[in-house]
């Protein structure tokens, strides 16, 4: 029998149904060879674009939708849905989402490879990092396919959701469909490609390289993490591709054009708010991997989602109450330490704080000085490796080679150490950055009225929140007593509302009933 060819991908260079089928044969010889007729891979090919559900989970889906909605009316769902109305493509987001977006909206990552339930349909969460350095939900979709149409349904959907509000900054697995689109609908937001990604597919496209030179990859890994220039990069890349004879090697080629989009050395002007491009997205491993297994069905993640996204808002409101009511422990006389214990959450200032501790192993040299510019060369003594940092006065600015403010949003060792000594012992507030502080979202802790606050989830949180105020303020006998009293009478009077309002929807339902009749 003829042997079956993969026709999956063929949409993704956006060639017609038919131009494929042609394109197709004549690549293998004739349309005998092909093992399907034209109707056939018409029909292949229509499929591919489309979801594949079981009976009764559309009917989940719509059923999670309406719950969401009811939860909440901010909640956001789309569907794709082809000429014949299949559905091929499900976007939707909750309201924390949307306004989480509104905060920490600077750096989204995408991840397509995490394949989930049992019609391993791709499922694409857009991640961000609040102000406690934790993943955060800002979307999510089940994808037929990973075309350049797709994604662009996808993308322009969420910019949607989101208000219009673009990133600044992209990070996605290196994927030319999803390269295609960002282009198209953000093409002023920086792409990158995730490095864990790229590194993954080193055994098997280059795996002769690898087996043969056991050196290799330290080498790599050189060239792209301590280079510290543009022009000591292309020097050191250049030098490996010549040792290990890859000139040629259509692969290696294809990452040199595209450094822009992967290597370190070009990214450390753009904020990633601390997202790593070195490892799988941390959010999809810890959001989802420890509910949802291959053999998952549509209507079981549906469900698990929901279970994972209380678990989510958990660790945020814990997050939330340990950043306003506890101190974290200080490890050093350092003032840098001392005045961001006070601003930012515990989350980022135990990142900033290993740069703190950083210092007490640098040495610092001033290189030269000009009308505006000091210029400092400090060694990391462990490391011996210098890096170069200026301080423009006038400006009260600073700048490190290694660029950990542009990338992280905090200041590195080598900064706070020209800092310290230059007499500065406060951090300008230019090199504070909102979204790592604990009061970020304050406005949306405290008066907050009831057309603002929509969400039941919402509404805990906040009066959370203010029961923890109420219980620190009424230390005293007499202080208790007022609080005591305030509360009973609190639950009284919400206790009468409700029994109002549930008389008022009983009637309300009675009407309805009988005018149907």
């Known amino acids: 029998s003829a042997k079956r060819y993969d026709i999956s991908t063929v949409d993704d260079v956006g060639v017609k149904a038919i131009r494929s089928y042609v394109a197709v044969a004549k690549q293998h010889g004739g349309y005998e060879n092909i093992g399907c007729l034209e109707k056939d891979f018409r029909n292949q090919l229509d499929k591919e674009c489309r979801l594949a559900l079981e009976s009764g989970d559309a009917n989940a889906m719509l059923e999670f939708f309406v719950h969401m909605q009811e939860e909440n009316p901010n909640f956001f769902y789309a569907l794709d849905l082809d000429e014949e109305h299949h559905l091929k493509n499900i976007f939707w987001v909750d309201a924390k989402g949307r306004e989480d977006y509104r905060e920490f909206g600077d750096v989204v990552s995408l991840d397509t490879t995490y394949i989930t339930n049992k019609y391993k349909m791709p ?15 800002l979307g999510c979709a089940l994808l037929a396919n990973e075309s350049t149409s797709t994604f662009t349904w996808l993308m322009k959907t969420w910019v949607r959701a989101m208000g219009g ?3 600044s900054a992209i990070i996605t697995d290196q994927n030319k469909a999803m390269k295609a689109a ?9 792409h990158h490609y995730c490095l864990w990604h790229i590194l993954r597919k080193f055994p098997e496209k280059l795996g002769y390289v690898l087996r043969k030179n056991e050196d290799f990859m330290g080498i790599f890994k050189k060239c792209i993490h301590k280079s510290w220039t543009k022009d000591q990069f292309e020097e050191r890349w250049q030098a490996m591709v010549e040792k290990f004879d890859l000139i040629e090697d259509e692969w290696i080629q294809s990452l040199y054009e595209d ?7 070009y990214m450390k002007d753009t904020f990633f708010a601390g997202m790593s491009t070195t490892q799988r ?7 989802l991997d420890k509910y949802v297994c291959r053999k998952t069905t549509l209507k079981e993640f549906l469900e698990k989602y929901e279970v994972a996204l209380q678990d989510r808002q958990e660790a945020e409101n814990l997050a939330d109450f340990t950043a306003w009511h506890k101190t974290p422990a200080l490890r050093t006389p350092s003032p840098f330490e001392k005045q961001m214990s006070m601003v930012y959450t515990h989350g980022v200032f135990k990142k900033f704080q290993i740069e703190v501790l950083g210092i007490f192993g640098c040495h610092l040299v001033k290189e030269k000085e000009d ?4 210029t400092f060369k400090v060694l990391e003594i462990e490391k011996n490796e210098g890096f170069i940092v200026e301080w423009d006065a006038s400006m009260e600015e600073i700048s490190c080679i290694c660029r950990s403010f542009e990338y992280n949003g905090f200041l590195c060792r080598h900064s706070l150490s020209t800092l310290h000594f230059l007499g500065l012992f406060n951090i300008p507030s230019r090199y504070i950055v909102k979204s790592w502080t604990k009061d970020v979202r304050t406005k949306y802790k405290k008066g907050s009225t009831c057309e603002e606050v929509q969400s039941k989830k919402q509404r805990r949180d906040i009066l ?9 303020g009424s230390m005293s006998h007499e202080s208790y007593n007022i609080a005591h009293q305030a509360l009973g009478d609190a639950l009284k009077h919400c206790s009468s509302v409700n029994h109002s ?3 008022s929807d009983e009637a309300a339902f009675g009407a309805n009933e009988y005018h149907d009749l």
Do not use: C, M, Y
């Open 182 to 190: 960002i282009k198209l609908v953000f093409p002023n937001s920086r």
């Open 123 to 137: 499922f694409t969460p857009f991640i961000g990092v609040n102000n406690h350095h934790q993943a955060t939900l």
């Open 259 to 265: 450094r822009e989009h992967w290597v370190p050395t």
């Open 464 to 472: 959370f929140q203010r029961a923890i105020e109420l219980i620190e």
């Open 165 to 167: 509000k673009l990133p």
């Open 281 to 287: 997205s941390e959010s999809i491993n810890s959001f």
């Open 501 to 503: 309002l549930k008389l």
């Open 371 to 374: 009308e505006k510019i000091l």
